[in-house]
């Protein structure tokens, strides 16, 4: 699917790099429309109009506006996924740098693609089939740390009281993240990837620190 | 002004429960409309049509679309700013027990009121003054919780390593409650608060347990 909607060569396995998304035109229009009116505000002729083609000629490529929606959607989501299960792997089995990994990349992508993770809000708005294919694999993302915090309580490491809760406010804090990150943001994504990796480790009950991570590549916004 | 937008005699100050707000049908059918639609997507016209009013009359008592969702969004956030002060001062000083009292009421205006504090996300449509004098409000309640947590800081009861961050990450995780809960929720809004509260502790690094506060009346969800 990537071939059809990006463009450029963005490795979704390096976790610890999240460069914003390289979107088709009509995608990255799209993303503009649905960002600054929402998904029922966004108007598919406007988005045609700035991308420069025809109407009949977007529905060619995406059928309808939901069909617009859903891509971007499934393009943050799944790369998210695959990113998850990149920075979970490269823990090496151990709970403590998996979730350590997992929220870093997980961060990094609320803040260098605020607008796009700020999409998620929108998802209500799917119709059921896409809805439920778009809550799998969010699902699946949720259910990868829900494994790395019953792991961690297991071995030790973790004495989350409830794993579910505790999961879904770990996601919940990080989901919330574009809403101000535009706005206040203070701190390189790095540096909030940080912060917020040794706020869920308290949230899990982590006995001991980390290695970590440091993003591959400098970023811009670090002084 | 909860004269002008509200009926019934909710009190604002009884932060241990908090009942679905009764609003005027304008403002009823207003949120209706945005839940269902976003603000852009909502009609004024469809609106006015399924209060059975006209929309001159519905522009009277609100100006603009604007209006609506500005009335609907400071009700919500006044609201719950006097029950977290009020949940503040119950705490009687003690960090600990002031932090849990006002996340159990945040918690319990999540859930309860999951429509209404789901409108947060169309905040960003309102115009600049709008915008300013709602976000002083929640500025306010931010302002509030980090108090506490340098208070707790400082007397010993907690360890937060940035409280400006950990302050944020706490009313996060809340801020998206609403998103899951009407799904998912499987436990009474009072189950989810203290859960909450628990959580909100660990990240704080809490070195006791509070007080754990009860709803002040049974709840229905309860089993």
Known sequence: MSTDVTEGADDPTDWRSVEPLDLTPILS???????????HGASVREIARRVGVTVPSLYYHHQSKEGLLIALLELSI????????????AGDGDPV??????IFTIVLQMTNRARLAALEGE??????????????VRKGVEGLVLDIVHDGNTSGDF??????????????????????????GVHSPEVVARKYVEIALRMAGATRAPDMPTNSEPTEHAS
Not at 79 to 86: E, F, G, I, K, Q
Not at 97 to 102: A, F, I, S
Not at 160 to 183: F, K, N, S
């Open 29 to 39: 229009a799209s993303l503009d429309a649905f960002y600054e009116s929402g998904f």
């Open 78 to 89: 799944s790369d998210l996924r695959s990113r998850a299960l990149a920075a979970n792997d």
């Open 97 to 102: 740098q998996r979730l350590t990994n997992v």
């Open 123 to 136: 998802a209500r708005y799917l119709g059921p089939e896409n809805w439920e294919r778009y809550r799998a």
């Open 159 to 184: 004495d989350a009281d409830d794993p579910a809760e505790t999961t879904r406010a770990i996601l919940g804090m990080c989901q919330v993240i574009p809403r101000w990150y535009h706005a206040e």
